[in-house]
């Protein structure tokens, strides 16, 4: 039986050690009183093989007995996932964009509920075959997303953190660092004459990257899936930073252009905002703390743990999240399910403590 103070959620998961994002997760969910079980299997495949690693998972399986398994993505082998159906409630989280046919399909079909971080690609999911799927929008750490403090090595107009991955984005990155003074960090831009300053960016030097250039850049995959954009654009703003980003559909049901953040359509729009918020510190600066505390008091990671819970144990919808409009409401602003109050959104604003190194 589910314990409706403090169910036992398993989550398989990798380290993610540059954005901690399933770290931030794990820890909400603790916040919120679930009690937890970690499960690298990743780990677990190095240290005894593939057999050996799916014989521990069980182990510790069976001896935490989960109400519910929460799956990061395709970190489960399918042994292990097939055990597990029928005996326990199971989900699988993608925070990012796959075509609906990728290898991953085979796995949504098996679990009772899919969390997917955008509406665009919902019906087709459905369509495919998968049981259940969710929209589970994600969040800021109130702990590690704050503001950093400013370092002259990260110093630039614009700041774009992300790989080299895709050929759009190079396009667009190649281009626009022709034009505006850019710093690019992230991995194989050496390939395309691209000097990165750093090509893996922890949460710290994010914290420093946001503090130090006065726009962070950011571009996603896809333009034409609603309200798809990387865990990227949420950190930006919990960390401070002003973010200019690539429109998506629905970009204005979650935030308000020019108040919490600012978008683009188009390389030439994109170069004309940057010549003008590079040159208005103080409209530039009244969003960045608008967006900081936009998304620390509304939409912080114990949100969305709580949304998680909801759907696996009470059967019920994620908390609704509000179109904010140019002039619109704010959503939940006295909701305690949100998670994180205006007080602790005051604290991340000020600036970390100094830290050694450089």
């Excluded at 034409?224 to 401070?240: A, H, I, K, M, P």
């Excluded at 114990?302 to 002039?327: H, K, Y």
Aim: charged fraction near 30%; glycine fraction near 6%; charge should be positive.
């Amino acid at each position: 039986m589910v314990s409706a103070e403090t169910p036992r959620v398993a989550f398989f998961t990798k380290s993610k050690r540059t954005t901690l994002y399933t770290t931030f997760i794990i820890r909400a969910l603790r916040r919120i009183g679930c009690k937890m079980l970690s499960i690298n299997m990743s780990s677990l495949r190095r240290l005894y093989g593939q057999s050996g690693a799916n014989a521990i998972a069980r182990r510790r399986l069976d001896n935490f007995r989960p109400d519910a398994c929460v799956i990061f993505s395709s970190d489960i082998e399918d042994a292990t996932l097939d055990y597990l159906v029928g005996r326990t409630k199971t989900a699988l989280l993608l925070d990012d964009y796959y075509p609906v046919d990728s290898p991953l399909l085979s796995k949504i079909r098996k679990v009772d509920v899919f969390f997917l971080t955008s509406t665009g690609q919902i019906q087709a999911y459905k369509e495919a075959g998968a049981k259940s799927v969710v929209y589970l929008h994600s969040g800021v750490d109130p702990d590690d997303h704050r503001r950093g403090r400013f370092k002259k090595r990260f110093q630039s107009d614009v700041a774009f953190i992300g790989k080299a991955n895709f050929a759009e984005r190079v396009d667009m990155i190649t281009l626009l660092s022709q034009r505006v003074d850019l710093k690019v960090y992230g991995a194989r831009w050496d390939q395309y004459g691209i000097n990165a300053t750093k090509e893996t960016v922890g949460v710290r030097d994010f914290r420093r990257v946001c503090a130090s250039a006065k726009i962070v850049f950011g571009m996603d995959k896809t333009v034409d899936q609603e309200l798809y954009f990387s865990n990227r654009t949420w950190f930006v703003l919990g960390c401070g930073g002003f973010l200019l980003t690539r429109y998506v559909p629905r970009l204005e049901d979650l935030f308000a252009n020019h108040r919490h953040l600012a978008w683009f359509r188009e390389l030439d729009e994109a170069v004309e905002l940057i010549d003008y918020y590079r040159k208005n510190d103080r409209a530039r600066e009244q969003i960045q703390e608008e967006g900081f505390r936009f998304a620390h008091e509304h939409y912080p990671f114990d949100r969305m743990a709580s949304n998680i819970r909801r759907v696996l144990f009470a059967g019920e919808q994620p908390l609704p999240f509000t179109a904010t409009g140019p002039d619109g409401p704010v959503p939940g602003a006295t909701d305690d399910a949100n998670g994180t109050d205006s007080a602790r959104a005051l604290r991340a604003w000020q600036p970390e403590p100094k830290e050694t190194g450089s």
